[in-house]
């Protein structure tokens, strides 16, 4: 029998599982990327020229995962935070034109495109603010105030023991 909150993780696992049909990238959002580097990536035939993933574009894009079982890379920010989930190539069902995943304009590189985009952005945001949250190290608005007024008071403080001390002398 499973704990209340290793059945909700055990349920998040399946789920994740089930939408993305892929079981061998993150399941949670508390995994890594899946970047496997001593692997032989399958050829795939795009156009006249055999193509396959590399390496190196785990190097360029830290946020990719590849999945060896679907030769397909997916979005790791955008499966586990994204709001709304437009973009299903690659989110659910992974991406596989490598053709599309090099050049320097976002017209001929997704993976360029994807990462100047707005969607993207939030979930990177999202992540971001999850990882504060739970290693504690997130401030909510009220904590920063307080700490640029504790900041403040104690520059004031400085401030005046200087005016202090030139009152002493000069008197």
């Not at 020229?49 to 979005?75: C, G, H, M």
Request: glycine share 4%.
């Amino acid at each position: 029998m499973l704990s209340k909150s290793e059945g909700h993780a055990h349920e998040e696992k399946i789920s994740s599982v089930q939408l993305l049909g892929a079981i061998d990238i993150s399941v949670t959002k508390d995994s890594s990327p899946v970047q496997p580097r001593n692997i032989k990536f399958p050829l795939q035939l795009i156009g006249k020229q055999y193509r396959a993933f590399t390496v190196s574009l785990n190097d360029k894009y830290p946020w990719i995962e590849y999945s060896q079982s679907k030769d397909a890379i997916f979005w790791y920010y955008c499966r586990h935070f994204a709001k709304d989930r437009k973009e299903p190539a690659f989110i659910r069902e992974g991406f596989r034109n490598w053709k599309k995943c090099y050049g320097t304009k976002r017209g001929d590189n997704k993976l360029l495109q994807h990462n100047a985009s707005f969607q993207h952005s939030e979930c990177v945001d999202a992540h971001a603010h999850y990882i504060a949250v739970k290693t504690g190290t997130f401030q909510s608005v009220v904590e920063l105030q307080g700490s640029a007024r504790a900041k403040l008071v104690k520059e004031n403080r400085q401030y005046m023991c200087t005016v202090c001390q030139v009152l002493l002398v000069t008197a």
